[in-house]
């Protein structure tokens, strides 16, 4: 028997420093962004302005979509001669490029210009071009899909009242939550949260796709292949020495995914995004190399992680409750239970609507396989950039 100790040492240390490094991850970096933002807060100051913008949208066979959101940029609540939009069509086989000039025409080429690659790029590289044409203070950036407030220019812009600030992320607002959704609701609520306190004390380490603008002196280059431009763009941004902050006035509105294989596959695709970040930009692991690395530790690099803390935790504990006495059995049994519920609310969606922690456990779950399952991706195809519009219903 004493012979078996220090082996269960190992293992009960290999246990306890799982745990806590997921309770850090989900519970322990958002305390110490809502400590920081309490003890060290950091204001943004704000005030009315009106800017030049740019609003860049890039679109992909996204004919169905494109009139709604071109007649919604239009109708923003800002001055038309301050705000120009450059829709750039990306390998468009539908009539995507012929809706956009029609309604340019009728708006007026002012107001919106339509450029055309014949071949697919990519959404960073069409970006990338686009940025060289454009000469607004601000660019704005925003995906075909999602319906924007009418304010939210007007917020954005007087963020950038404040010289520090380098982009602003408006917040994605998921409308019509069902089911599986409902509970992919309750993660981005949670994701909204962390957000607004590491916005307090300092920067975001990304922003919503949706909608969030820069200086456009500040924008850096947008290499080819990006997956998550909504990470880079602002990463390089905070590089330069800029905040990223978040603006709650300014509202995008799309559907949460009422089914999970739909979300699973952008989620999937997300976090195939950031294990190609790490790749092509790998000092941002590098605690003290990016201004912003310790923050991404704690909120993105660690989620990277917790599955294979996950597994960890559940092995170690299942040599301990063999051998280790009656509490790591009752906790071994906890995380069977917590496990069967979340297969539970997965396979029955009648209780996942009916039943919150079966909801809660499912999207975690879903949460934790797409991570390994889009590094399993980004290994399989590291050039995975090319990207299709997404119907709505699905969010982002």
Known sequence: MESMRPGIVLVELVFWLSLLALVFTYLGYPALMTALARLRPRPVLARAQTPRVDVLLVVHNAAALLEDKLHNLLALDYPADRLRITVVCDGCDDATEAAARRIAGEASPERIRVLAHPQRQGKSACIGSALASLDADLVLFTDVRQRIDTGAVRALAAAFADELVGAASGELVLESAQGYGRGIDAYWRYEKAIRRVESASGSLVGVTGALYAARRAAIGEVPPGIVLDDMWIPLRIAEAGYRVVFVPQALAYDRAAADPAT????????????????????HLAVPGAHPLAWRLWGHKWLRLLAPWLLLLALLSNAALAATAGRFYLIVFMLQLL??????????????????????????????????LLGLADYLRNPNAHLWRTTPRGVSR
């Open 338 to 371: 917590a496990y069967a519920l979340a297969l539970l609310g997965r396979g029955v969606p009648a209780l996942a609507r009916a039943w919150l922690p079966a909801r809660l456990a499912a999207a975690f779950l879903s949460l934790n396989a797409s991570a």
């Open 263 to 282: 979300e699973e596959a952008r989620k999937r695709r997300t976090l195939s995004g950031n294990y190609q970040l790490l790749h092509r930009w790998p």
